[in-house]
C-alpha cells in the first residue's frame, strides 16, 4: 500500500470524505485549521458542500441540518469551540441523527492556548451537552489512527444514530506522518448510504409518512422512553471498547494513558525494558466507552502500581482508571497541561518509584 | 535506530522546510518511519520558529524528544534555547554568518557552515535553509543524498526555474557537511 506524508488535519479531513462525508460547516481555531481548509477545497471535488460558518454554533447546527437530510455530515474545532458545539451535539443525541465532530484539543480552561492539550476529557466522555447523553469517542495515538477512526466513525455513527466524537489533540493535528489511507467510497456507495436513510430522514416522503427530527418535545413519558432506549444502546457498547496492550502479562509497572500521552508513554515503556525494567502499556483507543477490561488484563501479583499519564492538570482520565483498577493496584500520575508537552523522562521516574 | 533532530530559527529562515523535505523524503524513498512536528507562536516573520523530525527504523514514539541527537541552529536565540537538549556527543549544525554566541558546550561535535553569507553570495538569501539541509546530510548521511536531492526537485517541480540555484545551494551545503566529518 503506498504511503503518504500527511498532516494530521489533513489526513482526518480526508479520511471523512473517503468515508462518504459531503457536508461539512466549521469556524476557524488553532490548531485544526487545516480541516476546513482542506474541505473548503476538497468536497466541491466529489460533489459536496463546505461552509465557513459565522460561527460554531451556527456550523453544529448546519451539521444538524444535513445530517437530518441523510448526508454523511462532519464539523471540527478546538477545545472552547467545541463548548460552544455543546448544544447542537446534544440536540443531534436528542434527535438520534448520526454525525461526526472533531476535537483537536488545546490547553484550557477558558480561551486556552493554542498548544496541545488533553484538558477536554471529562467534557468528551460524560457531559458533551446537556441531558447527559453519550457517544462513542475515539482517542487516536498517530497520524494513522485518527485516520482509521474518523473513516469508521461514520460507519458507528450511522449505525448508531448518533453522535460520535473524535478527540484528537494538538499534536496530532499538526504532525506529519506516513500514513496509508482507505479506499475511497464511490458515488453508488455515497448514495446508497444516503438511501438507506430514507425511512427516518428528511429527504420527502409520500403523504402520511412524514420524518420527524425532534430535538425535544413536551411528552414526559415519550421523552422518557427515548432516554431508555438510547441508555441501553450506550449499554451495549460496553464490549465494543477499544484498548491496546503492550508488553502487559510480565509488567511490574503499568503505564496507563490514551492519545499523545499514550504514544510517548509507549516509548517510555521501552526505554525502561531496556533498563531491565519491566513495565507495560494499557491504551484506552476508545475513551467512551471505556475499555475497562483491559485492566483485568494486568497481573495485580507482580503489578506494584500504575503510572496515570495525561496532559491535564487536574487529572481526569485518572478517574475512570481508577474504576477499571478497582482499588488492586496504587495509582500514581505524571501531568502537564495548557499546551506543555510531557516528558519521557518524567514518566520513566514515575515509574521507577512505583517500584 | 531513532534519529531525533531539532531545527530552529526565526519565523521566514525556512526552517519548517528542512523538517518537512526530511520527512518527506523518508516517506518517499525509504522503509523508515517518521514525525514531522512544528511549532510555532502566532507570528508569520520574525517570530520564533522550530520543528523536530524523527527518523526511525521502528515505530516512532515521542515526536518530541526530550534529548536530540542533531540540532540545526539558524540563528542565536534558537542555540541558547536548545544547545543543552543536544545529547553528549550528538551534531550541532549552526548558520555560522549570524549565530555568533559561545557555544559553552563541549562535548558535541559542531558543523559551522556560513548559510547566510553562501546564500546571498548565491544571490538569494532564502536558500540559507536548502545549504544548511545539504550541510546536514552530507555529513550525517542519514539516508543516502540522492533521495534528499530527488525530494527536493519534486517538490520544486512546480518552480522549476529556481532548480539550479537550490542544486547548488544543496551541493554547496553538501561540501560543507562532508569536510566536517
Same mark, same amino acid.
Given at each position: 500500500m503506498e504511503r503518504v506524508l500527511m498532516k494530521g488535519c489533513e489526513a482526518i479531513a480526508e479520511a471523512a470524505v473517503r468515508s462518504g462525508c459531503r457536508f461539512f460547516a466549521g469556524y476557524p481555531i488553532t490548531p485544526q485549521n487545516e480541516i476546513p481548509e482542506y474541505m473548503a477545497r476538497r468536497l466541491p471535488e466529489v460533489g459536496g458542500q463546505f461552509v465557513q460558518s459565522e460561527s460554531e454554533v451556527a456550523a453544529i447546527n448546519m451539521v444538524y441540518g444535513n445530517a437530518a437530510g441523510g448526508v454523511r455530515a462532519m464539523t471540527s474545532s478546538s477545545s472552547c469551540g467545541i463548548s460552544l458545539k455543546s448544544e447542537g451535539v446534544s440536540y443531534c443525541a436528542m434527535a438520534r441523527l448520526p454525525i461526526v465532530y472533531v476535537n483537536v484539543s488545546r490547553g484550557g480552561p477558558g480561551v486556552g492556548t493554542i498548544q496541545p492539550a488533553q484538558q477536554d476529557y471529562h467534557q468528551a466522555t460524560? %457531559?458533551? $451537552?446537556? $441531558?447527559g447523553f453519550r457517544m462513542r469517542v475515539f482517542a487516536p495515538a498517530t497520524v494513522q489512527e485518527a485516520v482509521d477512526m474518523t473513516y469508521a466513525a461514520f460507519d458507528y455513527a450511522d449505525k448508531d444514530r448518533n453522535p460520535v466524537l473524535v478527540l484528537a489533540d494538538g499534536v496530532i493535528g499538526s504532525i506529519l506522518e506516513p500514513v496509508v489511507l482507505p479506499p475511497q467510497k464511490t458515488e453508488e456507495e455515497v448514495a446508497a448510504i444516503k438511501d438507506s436513510k430514507s425511512e427516518w430522514a428528511a429527504v420527502g416522503h409520500q403523504l402520511g409518512s412524514r420524518a420527524w427530527i425532534n430535538? $425535544? $418535545?413536551? #411528552?414526559n413519558i415519550l421523552y422518557e422512553n427515548c432516554n431508555k432506549d438510547a441508555d441501553a444502546m450506550y449499554q451495549s457498547w460496553a464490549d465494543e471498547a477499544e484498548a491496546e496492550l503492550y508488553?502487559?502479562? #510480565? %509488567?511490574e509497572v503499568i503505564i496507563t494513558s490514551y492519545g499523545i500521552s499514550a504514544r510517548i508513554s509507549k516509548s517510555a515503556v521501552d526505554a525502561l525494558r531496556a533498563e531491565g525494567i519491566k513495565a507495560g502499556l494499557v491504551r484506552a483507543k476508545t475513551v467512551f466507552p471505556f475499555p475497562n477490561k483491559a485492566y483485568d488484563a494486568i497481573n495485580y501479583d507482580i503489578c506494584k502500581g500504575i503510572v496515570d499519564v495525561e496532559m491535564s492538570i487536574p487529572a481526569q482520565f485518572v478517574d475512570d482508571v481508577k474504576i477499571a483498577v478497582d482499588g488492586r493496584a496504587p495509582i500514581t500520575t505524571v501531568l502537564r497541561s495548557a499546551g506543555n508537552m510531557l516528558s519521557k523522562g518524567a514518566i520513566i521516574d514515575a515509574a521507577k518509584a512505583m517500584l | 535506530m531513532e534519529t531525533n533532530i531539532c531545527i530552529a530559527g526565526f519565523g521566514g529562515q525556512g526552517v519548517m522546510t528542512i523538517g518537512k523535505f526530511l520527512a518527506q523524503a523518508v516517506t518517499d524513498s525509504t522503509e523508515l518511519n517518521t514525525v514531522f512536528f512544528p511549532t510555532y507562536g502566532a507570528?508569520?516573520?520574525?517570530g520564533t520558529a522550530n520543528c523536530f523530525v524523527v527518523i526511525a527504523d521502528g515505530e516512532v514514539g515521542t515526536p518530541k524528544a526530550d534529548f536530540m541527537d542533531d540540532l540545526i541552529v539558524l540563528n542565536n536565540p534558537s542555540l541558547n534555547k536548545f544547545?543543552?537538549?543536544?545529547?553528549?556527543g550528538g551534531n550541532l549544525f549552526i548558520n555560522d554568518t549570524i549565530v555568533t554566541d559561545e557555544i559553552k558546550r563541549d562535548d558535541i561535535n559542531i558543523i559551522r557552515v556560513p548559510g547566510t553569507e553562501k546564500a546571498l553570495e548565491l544571490?538569494?538569501?532564502?536558500?540559507l535553509n536548502v545549504i544548511m539541509l545539504g550541510a546536514y546530510i552530507g555529513y550525517t548521511e542519514v539516508f543516502p543524498v540522492d533521495v534528499m536531492w530527488s525530494t527536493i526537485e519534486h517538490k520544486l517541480a512546480k518552480k522549476a526555474s529556481l532548480l539550479p540555484l537550490n542544486k547548488a545551494a544543496f551541493d554547496l551545503g553538501l561540501e560543507y557537511g562532508r569536510k566536517n566529518k
Open positions: 460524560k %457531559a458533551s $451537552g446537556n $441531558g430535538p $425535544g $418535545g413536551w #411528552d508488553k502487559v502479562e #510480565d %509488567a | 507570528e508569520q516573520r520574525g544547545i543543552d537538549t543536544l545529547k553528549p544571490g538569494n538569501g532564502k536558500v
